[in-house]
């Protein structure tokens, strides 16, 4: 899963700086004075506002843009953790945590910790949940 980066160079600064921020995710901006340091940053940023997403139960946002590197549009890779986290809200759809909970034998708490990026989800917690809302697992590595 990733979201595209728009990195350009500060021209105001005079020394090396670049601001970054993301056309499809409102709110994810971040700024460095390398491109390593960019790159880096980027990613923080995103994971930071897509786990203020989950948190406030907002929309995801869709991922419109497309990398260019020639046009300053990189591609920035989700956290894995907030990854899962995405992945296991999206699968949810608009069943209730307490009908999710009850159906994998748990108490809604424990079941919203499976969308905070911070918690360590297991495979079979991730194969309980999938049962639980009518789909199958599936781990690919790209």
């Known amino acids: 899963m990733y979201y595209t980066a728009k ?19 409102p709110g994810a901006i971040s700024c460095a004075f390398s491109m390593a340091e960019a790159m880096e940053y980027a990613q923080d940023a995103l994971d930071m506002t897509l786990e203020d997403v989950l948190e406030g139960r907002m929309a995801l946002p869709e991922r419109k843009t497309e990398p260019d590197e020639k046009k300053g549009l990189y591609r920035i890779d989700v956290g894995a953790r907030t990854a899962t986290a995405l992945e296991i809200y999206r ?4 069943m209730k945590a307490a ?15 499976l969308l905070k990026p911070s918690s360590n989800v297991s495979v079979a917690m991730l194969d309980r949940f999938a049962k639980a809302v009518g789909k199958r697992l599936v781990i690919t590595f790209e």
């Open 7 to 25: 990195i350009t160079q500060d021209p105001e600064e005079k020394r090396e700086a670049y601001n970054i921020e993301f056309p499809d995710v």
């Open 91 to 94: 699968a949810k759809g608009g």
């Open 99 to 113: 009908t999710v909970a009850k159906k994998m034998g748990m108490t809604p708490q424990s079941f919203t910790r």
